[in-house]
């Protein structure tokens, strides 16, 4: 784990190629997961879509239909009471644990560590899901997506996912990261979501990225 007083642009970019991710305002790797109540460790594994190769889904194009009536904006993170209270009604409504305090989740509200946005998702001008990610200068990290549990059917985290890969696409960047998964818990099975033939995995014995397909652990 390291602190630097900025990880923007090209730094950005070279920790993430290094199997390396935000927490807080730190950035960290690790190839292990706390243990669950079973006590079980897990080995995790870093991901990254290459952007150019995802082709979408019948599903995925499902889920963008199914979400044309909401309003989506960008914007370099600001965070507001608004935003606020959508996170701890997400807190308070999924089955695993997570703060409900967004603002020592991130550590970084006014932007200074890192170059953060928010991608807001709104019904007829109700804030309905949100999603932050960092970003580099080809790269982005998605750090956290949240939403109203009462617009759960319409899929609004894999909806958030979609965006944050449209952002790639509309700005050129080939490369998006959505944090680690372990073939062994399918709570993050959604990390895959996006196209599994455009996904990579980072192997920290030999410091290289492999295509998913080739990847066995």
Known sequence: MEFCKTIKGALLDDYLAKGWYRQSFL??????LAPFSDGHTFRVYWLRYIVPKVLLSKKATA???????????????RLTAEIARLHQLYAAGVSFNTSNNLAELLSDP?????????????????LIACGIFDKG?????????????????????????????????DNAIPYY???????EHPLFDYKLFLDKNATEVYLPESRDWVALNDFHY
């Open 110 to 126: 006014y932007n200074e560590i890192y170059d953060s946005h928010i991608i807001q998702v709104r019904d007829k001008g109700r």
């Open 63 to 77: 889920i963008l239909k199914a979400n044309n009536g909401f309003s989506v904006h960008c914007e370099p993170l």
């Open 27 to 32: 950035i960290f790797t690790t190839h292990f």
């Open 177 to 183: 990261y959505p944090g680690y998964y372990t073939p």
């Open 137 to 169: 200068k080809e790269s982005i990290a998605g750090i956290i997506n949240f939403y109203d549990p009462a617009y759960k059917k319409y899929s609004p985290g894999k909806f958030l996912i979609l965006q944050k890969y449209k952002y790639c696409i």
